[in-house]
């Protein structure tokens, strides 16, 4: 028995030194095997590049799935109408821009931002025309202060003293300078009824051309001040307020909208009916998820209707900032 | 003959007096003690020949292996007295002439008997005289668990619950207060590597660990910050009965863990080397995973790439080396630990052709130096100097599933890495004589500690922590002990609160034992909560150097009752506490947008406890419940009641079959619903909750081929747990979840340890 036993130790440890080195080399975790890439069939799949801290408003018209124009958010400041009618004065909501009327017509006694926090302002993001932070001017001569708001570095711009003084159908006069009173410039801002604003740029004390002419875009890639439980930048897409209305549907699938549905929708011309809902910032993994289930039905402003939906918020490299989407005319 | 190894550290002094007799004998006549129970051999068992009416000088000779001693040449034929006793075992007395061989039967003592604690005690002492309550988690119980860590042995604790986080780990809550208030040492020095203020125990493998010692309440006095809720203190094997001890252990379970560790060990006259090694590994789980055995095969990378519970890759090594000088143990201990978990991501909707995948490399290296033991009779030291690194690095790749591409994403904050280094030392000097009234300890307490990341401020932060504590423990009368004690600590960034505690132990009679207990805890602020900066367009949050500590005021009362006869053992043990923690540090909007961390918050505790443990020859059972109390902050503002409680009902059966070496084992527990409450920004109070749940597990192990090979089976998680229902509803970052990750599931496992070794 016991001689039995010496004959079989060898055997047996070695069957289970082996078993043991299989338990120490052989576990590991698989390899993977590519999945195949589906198949886009005839819907146009595009995307822009707003880069990752968003500091690019990107226009773009569907019709030829082109970008048509592109700017950096910190080109400009503060926009004007440009219908000969037109009277407002929107700010820059994507660098969460603040405005407030100090009530003051003095333009040289407003020096400080005392008391701004409270009565301050932000453009409703529904582009809702009697809802902009600095309202109807006209009747009044009153000196606004304007938060410029931040670069897409989070450093602040400072903040400046402006008074409209006059608009007719051709030009708005104005004054603005820095609270300290630099910089202190008085210019005419002229009107061009083929775009929807006239840019100005308070880094420049000049207008610039940023939006594309009105008929020339449908939607642009941009920041803006969402009031959420307090104001809060987010990313997404506005629509051209110029003829233009859209509407999101998640009860049918991409593939089932069909120009047929067209009729039983009520689109509506909100700046935000797009919006930046389409995706989500998922905490537990760090990422953004996309819903591609939302899907949004645009007219233009030739009467074109067209579906689309986000299937991506990274580029090839896993950079946030590029919406990628799947359209087609309908 | 386990129990005799294990109190072999305080009986070193006599060992060597008699190996050095040993030396002398030539031959012949020999004297074998063996256990009754099971006949095996009793080793380094002290047997005393003392010669009657003789001028011969009494002789002292230990045990060998075979339980064998070979009666010294100087008293063969001498009429004498002889005395053989091993720690485990009653003592037996003979009177005979030595001329024969002869075979002594010692009779075990009940092993509940024989257990030993150091964390905070002056010198190695029994659980029963200490003035602490401590509670022993021992190798026994780890290893009929088949534990692998921390985490798996933790989880059968009373008062103890583990909550899992599938990238930061797996932290626990001690009598209803969070893990950054428990302490975590390993041979008295703290485990580093917080993060969000927990350690992941599972990170902590028990392969080198001999017993836990587990304390309720501040410790801050001896062990400072962090010991406010408790200490946990792990202590390594560092016996060794032959000259070359080769062990390995092996570990398979259902769900996909492979573990391999080996360690040898060297022993020679009054040196001891041991060097340990190993490599465990996790496949990954998510609930519908089926039992597999080393499945290599390459997968589709569809959605079964993603688990709920991250595969995991650690390799670790260790190295001790120790040496005997007179009656103080010189200690080097070095180790290396390595962990690697995979986050495969979810194919991203909709079209599941890219993923996020995140992994997380942990490194630990830790250095300890130790000098322990007696300086003169009665006089302890215990000094260590240690030096632990910790770092996490975080790497996230964006995968392109369709040719399995990927490349680092450029988002800064997801390349991230942390790093903590800690060079800690303490020193205490101790008298530990039975007889005195006063017995007392002084000590320092110095540590120094770095933390790196990409989100303190000017990346780099250091904190120093210089202490003094002394403690006396005062005996007026012999049944009563009262030990006061104090710590003062200088420390360089904040003002570090002196602390006091005061225990009390009274013995009615000889089977009732009283313990009260006031101490204060305390937690300093991290360097994260003095340090954070993290400042973008939408965040604005930064520490506060002018943080003050969180402390407690902790008031315990235990009873224990006991009654030993012959083979029973019954004993019953009940226990208060209540816990009132000030200063919590607490992120807070602080001015506008910004926020910040202030000591605003409060918290209380307050539990009662019963446990029950009854041993009747080798069948040992426990039996114990407890409800622990909350405390609900809204109670102060809103119409909710102040504490919401907790039931929780462990029990223990084991049960040794000595004759054929075989144990089974059965551990179960209830952990009650986890109640609480909400409000959201409109004031509306809701409930939360996290639902009941019962684990169990069972296993059977036996000893074979002469107890080299030690086979265990079990299964796990019996009551098939996975994710359990939960509501926390919240508002800005957290979102309100249905589930909360418990465990993996029912599995089983088989634990395969060879135990061999040599006598040169």
């Not at chain 1, 903040?159 to 609270?179: C, G, H, M, P």
């Not at chain 2, 074998?32 to 003392?50: C, E, I, M, R, W």
Request: proline share 3%; with cysteine; aromatic share 12%.
């Amino acid at each position: 028995m016991k001689f039995e036993m010496k004959m079989k130790t060898p055997f047996l440890l070695a069957r289970v030194g082996v078993g043991l080195l299989l338990l120490l080399f052989a576990s590991c975790q698989k390899e993977e095997l590519p999945v195949p890439a589906h198949d886009a069939g005839n819907v146009i799949t595009s995307t822009v590049n707003m880069e990752s801290n968003y500091k690019w408003q990107i226009f773009f018209d569907l019709k030829t799935n082109t970008m048509v124009s592109k700017n950096l958010k910190t080109a400009w400041d503060i926009a004007f109408e440009a219908t000969s009618d037109g009277y407002r004065v929107i700010l820059n909501s994507s660098k969460a821009m603040y405005a407030a009327n100090t009530g003051n017509t003095n333009f040289t006694v407003v020096t400080d931002t005392v008391g701004f926090g409270n009565i301050k302002k932000f453009d409703a993001p529904s582009g809702a025309s009697d809802s902009t932070a600095i309202g109807d001017w006209r009747s009044s001569n009153k000196i606004y202060i304007i938060d410029r708001g931040y670069s897409e570095t989070g450093a602040h711009q400072g903040f400046r003293k402006i008074q409209f003084q006059s608009v007719d159908a051709n030009k708005y006069t104005i004054r603005f300078a820095e609270l300290n009173g630099n910089g202190d410039t008085s210019i005419e801002i002229n009107k061009d009824s083929t775009y929807n604003f006239t840019f100005l740029s308070f880094t420049t004390k000049s207008t610039a051309i940023i939006e594309p002419p009105k008929a020339d875009w449908d939607i642009v890639f941009t920041q803006y001040l969402e009031a959420l439980s307090t104001p809060y930048l987010v990313t997404g897409v506005l629509i051209n307020r110029y003829g233009t209305s859209a509407l999101m549907d998640s009860l049918k699938t991409f593939s089932q909208i069909t120009y047929s549905d067209v009729l039983s929708y009520t689109l509506s011309s909100k700046l935000t009916a797009i919006g930046y809902k389409w995706k989500k910032y998922d905490y537990s993994t760090s990422t953004f998820i996309i819903y591609p289930q939302m899907n949004y039905i645009i007219k233009n402003s030739e009467g074109i209707y067209y579906k689309l939906h986000f299937i991506d918020f990274y580029d090839t490299s896993g950079n946030k900032g590029n919406p990628k989407w799947e359209q087609q005319q309908l | 003959m386990k129990q005799c190894i294990k109190k072999m550290k305080t009986q070193r002094k006599i060992i060597f007096i008699a190996l050095f007799v040993i030396a002398n004998i030539s031959y012949s006549q020999t004297i074998t003690v063996l256990a009754k129970s099971d006949k095996s051999p009793v080793l380094f068992a002290h047997v005393v020949f003392k010669p009657i009416n003789s001028e011969t000088k009494e002789q002292v000779v230990l045990t060998d292996t075979n339980g064998t001693v070979t009666i010294p040449a100087s008293i063969l034929n001498l009429r004498s007295q002889i005395l053989i006793s091993c720690i485990g075992y009653e003592k037996l007395m003979d009177t005979l002439i030595l001329n024969t061989n002869k075979i002594y039967y010692l009779k075990e003592q009940n092993q509940v008997l024989n257990e030993v604690v150091v964390t905070g005690q002056y010198a190695p002492n029994s659980p029963e005289k200490a003035v602490h309550k401590i509670k022993i988690i021992d190798r026994k119980k780890i290893d009929a668990m088949g534990a692998q860590n921390l985490r798996d042995v933790l989880t059968n604790e009373m008062n103890i619950r583990i909550s899992q986080d599938n990238i930061l780990g797996s932290s626990m809550s001690l009598q209803g207060v969070s893990g950054e208030n428990v302490k975590i040492l390993i041979d008295g020095v703290p485990v580093i590597g917080r993060l969000g203020g927990n350690i992941d125990l599972s990170q902590i493998n028990l392969n080198n660990i001999e017993r836990i010692e587990v304390i309720e309440g501040p410790m801050s006095v001896s062990y400072g910050t962090n010991a406010l809720a408790g200490t946990i203190n792990l202590i390594t094997k560092k016996s060794q009965l032959n000259t070359i001890e080769t062990t390995i252990n092996s570990y398979y379970e259902s769900i996909g863990h492979y573990n391999l560790t080996g360690k040898v060990g060297f022993n020679k006259n009054k040196n001891k080397f041991t060097v340990s090694g190993g490599r465990n590994f996790f496949d990954g789980w998510k609930d519908g995973d089926k039992i597999s055995f080393i499945n290599n095969k390459p997968q589709l990378a569809d959605s079964n790439r993603y688990q709920q519970w991250k595969p995991k890759e650690q390799y670790f090594g260790d190295l001790q080396y120790i040496r005997k000088i007179n009656k103080l143990s010189l200690n080097y201990k070095g180790g290396y630990f390595y962990e690697k978990i995979s986050n495969r991501g979810y194919p991203r909707s909709p079209y599941g052709e890219t993923a996020f995948d995140d992994y997380y490399r942990t490194y630990r290296i830790d250095n300890a130096v130790f000098l322990n033991g007696e300086i003169a009779k009665n006089k302890n030291l215990n000094f260590l100097i240690s030096y632990n690194d910790y770092k996490r690095i975080k790497n996230e790749y964006y995968k392109d599933l369709t040719t399995l591409s990927e490349v680092l994403t450029e988002n800064q904050s997801d390349q991230d890495t942390t790093k903590f280094n800690l060079i800690n030392s303490r020193a205490t000097f101790s008298t530990s004589k039975d007889s005195a009234k006063i017995n007392y300890e002084v000590g320092y307490d110095i540590n120094v500690e770095n933390a790196y990341g990409l989100r303190i401020k000017d990346k780099q932060q250091q904190i120093g922590d210089y202490a003094l504590f002394s403690s006396a423990e005062y005996k007026p009368i012999e049944p009563l002990t009262i030990r006061p004690g104090l710590r003062y600590a200088y420390n360089t960034v904040y003002q570090a609160p002196l602390v006091p505690s005061l225990n009390v132990r009274y013995k009615i009679k000889n089977n009732i034992t009283l313990r009260a207990c006031y101490a204060k805890g305390f937690r300093a602020p991290s360097l994260k909560d003095l340090y954070f900066y993290f400042v973008d367009i939408n965040h604005n949050i930064k520490g506060n150097e002018n943080l003050k500590a969180e402390y407690s005021d902790n008031y315990s009362l235990t009873a224990n009752y006991s009654k030993i006869k012959e083979n029973r053992i019954y004993k019953i043990e009940t226990s208060v506490y209540y816990n009132d923690i000030r200063n919590l540090i607490t992120l807070a909007q602080t001015t506008g947008s910004e926020y910040s961390y202030v000591n605003i918050g409060k918290y209380k505790t307050l539990g009662i406890q019963l446990n029950n443990e009854i041993a009747i020859n080798h069948l040992k059972i426990s039996l114990g419940g407890s409800y622990t109390g909350r405390y609900n902050i809204l109670s102060e503002t809103q119409n909710v009641e102040p504490f919401s409680y907790t039931p929780e009902v462990r029990s223990n059966v084991m049960y040794e079959f000595k004759k054929i070496n075989l144990t089974t084992a059965l551990f179960y527990k209830y952990t009650g619903k986890l109640p609480g409450f909400t409000v959201d920004a409109n004031n509306n109070i809701s409930p939360t909750f996290i639902n009941e749940y019962h684990t169990a597990d069972l296993s059977v192990s036996k000893l074979l081929w002469k107890k080299r090979i030690n086979l265990t089976v079990g299964s796990k998680n019996l009551f098939n747990v996975k994710n359990v229902p939960a509501f926390a509803s919240g508002s800005g970052h957290s979102s309100s979840t249905s589930s909360v990750p418990i465990g993996t599931g029912r599995t089983y496992f088989i634990k395969l340890d060879f135990n061999l070794h040599s006598t040169k």
